[in-house]
């Protein structure tokens, strides 16, 4: 762990809002630019991620619990496959989002953004779920390890 | 009328529904209205195919080809009937054999796998989309690697990881190919592409496409000398996914050789322009003899199956290389067949499992009096699969013979005949040790598995015997 | 020369894909094959992505400034590709880890040696 070295600490904590800003630019401007759920869901990762690398993969744990990341990743899915079973119901094909508007290109505008979301909760909660069950092994298999002493 | 994306999407919705709850015996109760929901709809789907033809579905409401587009004739509404069903029977013998090999914590986990291994191939059969196809592939794949590492031993893991790299490597040979299709063409509808590529076919992007996916889609479907990541990955995976990869995996990976074959490049004509069918001729045939020959050595009895799976697909390739009608319907009948057969094999095994705790052959003396039912299913789908007249497996052999005597091979049908000699010798090692042995001490107490578990299983054995005497769906 | 350079990026993606499988093939530790595995799977992101770029072409998002756009559809594609390598690799490391706490290694023969037994 790098705990001690103060340098990090102070330009990991500057750095942390800047990337969640980052993350969610490019996940709203991704209707009209390069960007998009899954670019945005890393970069918003990333950032918890190297909170945990430098502050330990406990300290992360307590920001974004294991269990909610658990729960997440299924919502995610629901969210998506959700928008789907709607526009059914709306009486449009499947994920055809132009009847979820007052007028059609209302309609996709919202219907991708929802869908977006979706990809964005599911892929920064996948992204952060691989790195606490490689990172925080030894962390867990440290703690075991004292608990049997 | 949008029973085409539902198809993918229920399976695809319960597996994420599992995930979320993470409780044992409501993600078991998911997944078993899932499944069978499933089902319904493939019978539906088939009917409407049978009455009003070729169904197309566009997703998203964009039109094909620039959207992806579903789309459904008579072959992949038989191949989504064959996955489904072979999904949706096993679920229920599940509860039981899954509660006793996986940690209660766990199986919720291992339901949401075995949804989304069936998304998978019911993704890859129903789509009309060339990517849509690896996506779809890979999804299932990656599912069934995590099913197969939740086996009851560490041999599991290392099951799971070859066939992870082999697994990858065959999907990747298979983006390759269509990547290749795509620069030429333009588009990656697989209809569109029936159309274009007439026109250059044969520029060598086109071929070099053609060869990656044969070999992509062969390692997929465990061809002969790509067979390796098979019997591990059939043997050390808890049994009711043995089962359900068995039964469906292999069989999807055929429906797309078919589809690439038949539709995307072609027809029959340009296939038999090239040396495919006498390569997938004789690799057929080294697959029927050298995979029986070693399954007769074997002395797990998973393992067995699982190189007389490979055996049995060589006898499915060996329909498609001669390509005419009656050998295409004799490869596509014992798909459906071999379907049924290994599903319903690996199931009675598994209950074997369930009582005995071991899979070897020599454990096994005298269980024949002990689990009768059991065995009794076994014996009588072991009859099919060696081709014994009145079972399933005799009608789709007898049309391969017929392929082959329309080609007026006679030596072909000695050798079909002879493989199935050999498939007699391994399936009458293990009636032998269980019929005519007496009774080990642990045999002796074993009781037959609870009807949960025996009923699926006969059900696969009674569609074995009744699609061996009403032949009107298989063939 | 020139015939080469023309083409280098189809000659940069067979270099790729070639060394990659030969990772996969010959090398006996299972991280270093999953980094094969890995090198492969990226040759055909270069695949698809390199005849998709148009030399001075933007995103495709229709504006009045522009006339030349990128095809947008091998970005899509491979970003479906990207992920699928990502679960992969992620699953393959996994699996790994689980392989070293049960068998105590990762040499694919001193593994396969310990099956044996």
Redesign the interface.
Known sequence: MMRDTIILRVVVKLLLPVILIFALYVQFHGDYGPGGGFQAGVAAAAAVILYGLVFGVSAARKVVPQGILLALIPLGVLIFAGTGILSLLLGANYLDYSPLGSYPKAGQHLGILIVEVGVFVTVSSTMLAIFYAFGGRAEDALVSEEENE | M?LP??QV?IP??A??????F?HYFLAWFITILASWLSFAIAILLLLQVMSRGVIS?????WVAPIGIEYRIDLLNAFVLLIVSGVGAVIVPYAQKSISQSIEKSQQSWFY?MYLMALTGLLGVSITGDA?NI??FL?ISS?AS??MI?MGPD??G??A??QY??MG??G??FI??GI??L??MTGT?NLYDLAQKIPLIENSRPVLAALAFLTVGISLKLALFPLHLWLPNAYAYSPGVASAFLAGTATKVAIYLLLRFFFTVFGGVEFFQSTPLPEILFVLSLLAMFAASIVAVFQSNIKRMLAYSSVAQIGFITLGISYATEIGLTGAIAHMFNHAIMKAGLFLLIGAVMFRLGSVKIEDMAGIGRKMPFTMAGFVILGLSLLGAPGTVGFISKWYLALAALQEGQWWAVALIVAASLVTMLYIGRVVEVAYFREPTVKVDQLREVPSSMLLPSFLLVGAAVYFGLDTSLSV | MTEILANLNYWVTIVLMISGLYIVAAHGNMIKKLVGLSIFQTSVYLLFLSPGKILGGTAPIISKDFDLYSNPLPHVLILTAIVVGVATIALGMALVVRIHEAYGTIEDDEVHDMERE
């Not at chain 2, 597996?15 to 979320?20: N, R, S, T, V, Y």
């Not at chain 2, 579905?57 to 409401?61: H, K, N, V």
């Open positions: 949008h994306a539902l999407v695809l919705i597996a994420a529904l599992c995930a979320l993470r579905y566009e997703l998203g409401g949401s990517f690896f996506v890979e990656l690697y995590v590492a560490r041999r893991l290392t799971a990881y992870l790299i990858t490597v999907a990747t983006v390759i990547g290749l795509w620069a990656l």
